[in-house]
């Protein structure tokens, strides 16, 4: 059995040339890919179009050895992947008895009544090797003819992650090589053309291990990756060029490395001190707590928080005095304060943080423009409170997200 | 000018091949283009590699008149995106002094200092029209060769949107010929197979208009779209279909017409009547707030709400008695019922809703699996229970987004 060098993935369904959904697959794919050390040179999306599919898998296989399809598994009519593919390797289709039981009982569990066309599902190429589908309907299919191998995978996400995790995975392993290790090293506060400049030249020099900066939502992410024979090896190279790093004057911006997220690291740091939390928000509405409970364990550090929209909620809910309304206004470092101090002890945890602001895109002043956010942290020692002020040119989303992620780290360095 | 007849997208970034991040450039440049009756009929991803680019341009254009690119405009020194579209034009990149300038006052404007390599960003290829960013600090192109046309525009999606809005539909609006207009009927409570099911023979008689079914999660969405000449006819197609689909077993499942979201239907629906929201998280945990906060102007009919995560939050915040969680758990109809009239009090909202259960993957047990839900509105006439049963199989998130939705979707039955 040859060694997958190189794949790419062939993303099917006239709903992602529409824009109707988010092609997620190709991402999730591509990096489990890069896991195993085999680099994906092209992702592609095409329509239920037979002409056009033909032609998206003749390229794919006269560049690589190895192609993953996504999508056009389904019982609709339109669903044409499984046939595409056979046509082209030279296959025939067969009834699966196996799968097409697994897919009855599947139905029963789930408590629903198995539609005719479901049983379309249930055709195999012949000599392929079935991916049983716990997690929905239509099963996938490893296809090798030669020297090329065809993975097909559905394309609800939902059920191709846990696919991949089970079922594609553990059949790659045997086949690469080599692994590439990666570690991300969390930034907030430095953007991605500053922190690129200070790592500009291990960015030039390194090609193994190598270095990546990413932005997004307000945040700097520096990707390591190592690669090597095995993963102890890997991973001990990127610690040494992170311990560089750290080094650097992004250092002191660095606030956790493959934490995931800042809700993820702030649940982390919280459980190994032993200390609970409560949020007070206005901007950003429940954006906070929606992340954190995200987090499945936060219970054991989230008490709970208040989403305190209108003023009045500021007062019914976390006791900010009305005369600090009236004397402030809502969106002012006194209003922070008593939000995140009130939100504290109405829930009696041991730190409780609080935003309020200026998502836009209207409520903007001369004084106050949209972007303006106070963001606080109160414990029994007292509050702090930090003023963002965001360019009213970004979105609303933005702004509650970069509210949320440096509230979450006022309370990361309590 | 030549009318564009089909497009292709062209989006580049190792990022994107690696899996670091996701790409929905490629779904909003869809998105818009079909409705502009302008066809995207290849979606590809390459990485900052001169040669796989070269490759991926000359094949793009060998098959569409119109190619768009997105990403690699950026100041560092792998963003190769211009040189090599100019390449394969056979153009030659010239500073932009008046783009220089816009970066600068750009760089001021957010409070920060330009760096050297920004003012890479500032060479235009020879002829091309300069898409001015102000969103951003990386400008985009329309470059027009022969029957050849070429848009570049930058990665980040905060840039590539409002770019994409402001500056290129302005200049394809002239060149398409025909408009589709697609209305989407949003579905909740029936399965994506049952509805295609029901809709079937429409599914496959009809050419234009066209109707297509999407599920996502736990909802379902039916696509019509028609393409005419003007978008009045177009819409009136449209809206002809949609009404023959409310008189199918699909009818009653339908909430809505293009309200893009739940809680948008809501928000719509709330301030439509004149009244008041007030919601008590547990499972959900800030999402049903954060979902209708994300809407600009649900201050309107928001006004806010509790996470009450841990049980002495169901108690100190919305006022669950202690008998009640004693008695009957946190995850009881009594508990859900007690919550959603809690928080309606606590804040005077005419209505509350509560989510109450069990979101997973731990927590679960034999008398209440991971996907148990419960969920209550409540109002001056009394309180509505009702009690989800989700698979167990279903994730996390999806649980929190079903739960969430069917909550809202309680309060806009009201």
Redesign the interface.
Known sequence: MKDVRSAEILCVG???????????N?????????ALGI?????????DNPE?MRQ?IA?SFSRSDCLILTGGL????DDITKEMVSEYLGLELELNEEALERMKSYFSS?G?TM?K??EKQAMSPRGARVLQN??GTAPGFVIERDDKTAILLPG?P?ELEPMWRERVEPYLFERSDSVIV?KNIYILGM?E??V??KL?DM??ELTNPTV?P???NGEC?V?VSARAKDAETASRMCDDLIAEIRKTEVGEFIYGIDVDSMENALVLSLREKGLTL??A?SC???????R???I????QV?????????C??KE??VGVSHETLEKYGAVSEQTAREMARGVRL???ADIGIATTGI????GGTPEQPVGTVYIAVSTAEGEEVKLLTL?P??????I?ICAATNAMKLALNT
Request: hydrophobic share 35%.
């Open positions: 006239t709903e992602l040339l529409l824009g109707d959904i988010i092609n997620t190709a991402s999730y794919i591509s990096r489990r890919l890069a680099p994906v040179y092209r992702q592609a999306v095409v329509g056009r998206a390229e389904g019982p609709t009519c789930t629903r539609t066309n479901n716990d997690w609800p939902i990666s953007g053309s500053a690129e400049e500009h960015m030039m990546a990413y932005a997004g992410r990707r409560a949020c928000e950003t509405g429940g954006l906070i707590a929606k954190i409970t995200d499945s364990g936060s219970s989230f008490l709970g928080g208040c989403v305190t929209y209108a009045s909620a019914k809910l109405a829930l009696g998502a836009g895109p209207g360019s040119k970004r979105s609303r989303e933005f509650r």
